[in-house]
């Protein structure tokens, strides 16, 4: 059963959708009549059964009655921020549709100073906008009650004010070396509500960079033996944290 976030707060049990991205799927592509059910998310993100009361083609809104419903929480138990360096556009959308299907609960792109891709200023507010796009419909098609934050940062210098708990930097000189130890103990010997992981361009991270980011608590961090692609590492991540939190007996 399909499921979409509206933006609105649900206080009465009967509640009419004006939002025409929602009735083109529902009506026009899925092609969904009265009494047929969906799932919605409204902005408490509470999770709702709704079924269909009324649609009004001419007005393109549909209406709903609508129960709260007790379907466990779909988010990771800690909120992870995944931080990427700015990658080719197709790169940038996959990791954001991706890691939000990984459960991810912000993105941010940022310049470093091997990227091979540079925003100008006059684009970037366009660029947010598609990639909150693709967060949100990888978000509903994952059963997500939550649409994960995307944001671009300019230096990455910037990232040393963010205040997560456990604060890790893919280095691939860590990997080289075989260090695989550090980010499995930083799990089990910490007690977290958040996390955040910062990965390089294709090129990687200058040792100047991992220095900076390293002297504000950022640890470095192998993944394992096999050196990845820029887009690999951020998954690879998160799937060691849902692991850890979610499918471990720990």
């Known amino acids: 059963m399909e499921q979409y976030f509206v ?3 649900f206080t009465d049990e009967s509640v009419i959708i004006e939002d025409t ?5 529902v009506v026009t592509v899925l092609r969904h009549k009265i009494s047929d059910q969906i799932y919605l998310v409204d902005e408490s993100k509470s999770l709702y059964l709704a079924t269909i009361e009324n649609i009004n083609k001419d007005e393109k809104t ?26 080719k556009k197709d790169k ?17 792109f940022f310049n470093s100073k091997y990227s091979i891709m540079h925003w100008k200023a006059n684009v970037i507010e366009k660029k947010l906008i598609r990639l909150q796009e693709i967060a949100k419909n990888a978000a ?46 930083s799990l089990e010997e910490s007690v977290t509500n958040s996390i955040i992981g910062v990965f390089g361009p294709e090129g990687g991270f200058s040792p100047d960079e991992v220095e900076l980011l390293n002297r504000n608590g950022y640890l470095s961090i192998g993944l394992g033996p096999r050196i990845m692609r820029a887009e690999t590492a951020p998954l690879y991540f998160l799937s060691v944290l849902s692991y850890n939190y979610e499918l471990s007996s720990k």
């Open 7 to 9: 933006n609105q707060i």
């Open 21 to 25: 991205e929602i009735f083109k799927h």
């Open 62 to 87: 549909i209406k709903f009655q609508v129960a709260k419903s007790e379907k466990a929480s779909t988010e990771l138990p800690v909120e992870v921020t995944i931080a990427c360096s700015l990658s």
């Open 92 to 108: 940038i959308e996959w990791i954001t549709q991706k890691a939000t299907e990984l459960g991810a609960s912000k993105l941010i």
């Open 140 to 185: 509903q098609q994952s059963k997500r009650r939550v649409i994960p934050e995307v944001t671009y940062l300019n230096d990455l210098a910037l990232l040393n004010d963010d205040n997560s708990d456990l604060k890790f930097i893919a280095y691939e000189e860590s990997a080289k070396q075989g260090e695989t130890s550090t980010l499995v103990k």
